[in-house]
């Protein structure tokens, strides 16, 4: 723990020693990493003085904002959008990198009985079973979901039950009790008030997704940008990735 401590203290030093004068960084995210953002944002804020100023969206969403001429100073996606984003010029060429990434898990609200996730054939039986599911019609979560549906040869089944929500995560669907369970990357389930973690997908229909950061091509700010992603690589930025259910990815 103390060596923790010193790294981060020599890294605060080195940031504050090269911040110069304070910027405000725009940061376009994927909702799973804003529970991350919300612990290092104020801490980033300490070491460099500069701010960051976040819209979360789904990452189908960024893309085709980004795409349309949305100004950003850093982008965090899914690595297959930030690259198809730098061939198009709008993010810079070999700026991309791995921060983090997570598996999917099954959402059930707080206090409700815990199914069995554990296998492919217990995973099949819950979802047969649940009498609503929410997903996000708008992300790769979603996407993923039905894909999932496909496989277990279950769509026809359980599609009459699902809930689409829009502009919000089907989470919080869970959590008003509109849904019974949804399927979702484990961050974007750890610390949601009124939900809790039933377990994360069997290993043979696991869908580890990973989350990357890229510098946009006309960034106003990119010696800020580039400070923020060795921040994001740092321990004291490791141990908050951890926190939220995800796994740190080294530079």
Known sequence: ????RVAVAALVLAMSATAGRAAEVTVLSTPTMKGVFNELAPAFARATGHMLVFTFEGVPVLKRQIEAGEKFDAAVLL???????????????????????????VAIRTGAPTPKVA???DLKQTLLAARSISYSSESVSGSYFLHLLDRLGIAGDVKPKLLAVAGRSPVEAVARGEAELTVITVPNIIGVEGVALAGVLPDELQNYTTFSVGLSANAGEPKAVEQLIAFLHSPAAAAAIRSKGLEPIAP
Do not use: H, Q, Y
């Open 1 to 4: 723990m103390r060596g923790i």
């Open 119 to 121: 296998s492919s054939e």
């Open 79 to 105: 690595p297959a959008a930030v690259d198809d984003l730098a061939r198009l010029g709008k993010i810079a060429a070999g700026s991309r990198s791995d921060i983090a990434r997570t598996a999917a898990g």
